[in-house]
């Protein structure tokens, strides 16, 4: 189908505007299918890009989380010790 519309988009091109519509087809149709290659390669770039942005961010969240777990425990151990001698002698 596109073989075939191709061909006839050629051979008007011959009988109306001669070689330089031809190649004005040519450049535009390469252009194009370039064009949409491009796109799809940014998309998918993008869609990478942002489930590793996910990624990151939940990891840093967990971390944080975690953190957080430990400062709450670190802070209620020294108030129950409440000036205990903290190396254990």
Not at 1 to 18: F, Q
Not at 37 to 53: I, K, N, P
């Amino acid at each position: 189908m596109i073989e075939s519309t191709l061909i006839l988009a050629l051979a008007e091109g011959l009988v109306r505007g001669g070689p330089v519509a031809i190649l004005a087809y040519i450049i535009f149709h390469m252009y194009r299918k370039d064009r949409k290659s491009s796109e799809e390669t940014q998309r998918q770039d993008r869609v990478f890009m942002e489930d590793r942005l996910n990624k990151i961010i939940e990891r840093d969240q967990d971390t944080r989380e975690k953190n957080t777990q430990a400062i709450t425990e670190l802070t209620s151990y020294l108030k129950s010790s409440n000036g205990k001698d903290w190396s254990g002698d």
